[in-house]
């Protein structure tokens, strides 16, 4: 699982729901697309921290399948926000040898932009430092949906054996194929509930709430998830597996 840093076991895989952008704005006075943007520059400073303290893999719930029912107005600031960052994580990737990987039900985004995520996966393809992966139009439910009728068709067309079917065949049809599981999962602002984000692969992370609202959450905030998460006792159902 882990390389140590400063004597701390670092997790090889942290899946963070940002959440708290519109209270972050609200305490401020300002409109909740201020807080969404000042939530996209701690979207790309945490991108750096992780890939120098060597997490192998982050992912992030950036739009959820029910965030489309927000008023018009704040869902199309955030596709123009996705827009202006995604020309911009192309260079900081670059920079930090992440790899950059998108999950989600990519169709219903504008053609520029589903082009600008596939220019992004493309062209840092071979980096071999961090994955950071972006979920956008994502949710746990559509994504084992989706996942159902690929595999209910393959099976259709004699691909696969129904009776052959393992946990790892369904994990192959998940968007996060060929991924490892999250070991640790954090949702700012307080929030004690999942919304609809990696139902099947967080089946054993260690969850991670804090009060900070995403915009403030930087490099101390990880290291305290990293802290709480190096005194919990991994169970995987079975007995105690560290300390
Ligand atoms: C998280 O912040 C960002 C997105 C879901 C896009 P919110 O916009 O949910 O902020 P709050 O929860 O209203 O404070
Ligand atoms: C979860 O946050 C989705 C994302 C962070 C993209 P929400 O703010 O949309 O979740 P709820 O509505 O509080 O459950
Ligand atoms: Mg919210």
Redesign the pocket.
């Known amino acids: 699982m882990a390389e140590e840093l400063n004597g701390l076991v670092i997790p090889q895989h942290v899946a963070l729901?940002?959440?708290g952008n519109?209270r972050w704005a609200k305490k401020r006075g300002l409109p909740r697309t201020a807080g969404h943007k000042k939530g996209c520059e701690a979207v790309e400073n945490i991108v750096e921290v992780a890939a120098r303290m060597g997490i192998r893999y982050l992912t992030v719930?950036?739009?959820?399948t029910?965030?489309w029912k927000r008023p018009e107005e704040e869902v199309s600031t955030l596709m123009q926000l996705f827009r202006f960052y995604a020309k911009r994580l192309q260079k900081i990737a670059m920079a930090n040898n992440v790899r950059v990987r998108m999950i989600g039900e990519r169709s219903r985004f504008a053609p520029d932009l589903q082009k600008a995520i596939e220019g992004l996966e493309t062209s840092t393809k071979d980096n071999t430092g961090l994955t950071f992966v972006i979920?956008v139009n994502?949710g746990g439910r559509d994504e084992i949906t989706r996942a159902v009728r690929r595999m209910t068709q393959d099976a259709k067309n004699g691909i696969i054996e129904p009776s052959d079917i393992t946990e790892e065949t369904v994990a192959s049809y998940l968007d996060t194929a060929g991924m490892p599981d999250p070991d640790l999962m954090i949702r700012t602002s307080g929030?004690l509930?999942l919304?609809?984000?990696l139902l099947w692969q967080l089946a054993y992370a260690e969850f991670y709430v804090t009060d900070c609202l995403w915009p403030d959450f930087d490099r101390e905030e990880l290291e305290n998830a990293i802290r709480a998460f190096n005194r919990r006792d991994r169970r995987f159902g079975g007995i105690k597996t560290n300390g």
Do not use: C, Q, T, V
């Not at 719930?61 to 959820?64: A, V």
């Open positions: 729901i940002l959440d519109g719930y950036g739009f959820s029910e965030n979920a994502y929030e509930r919304s609809n984000y």
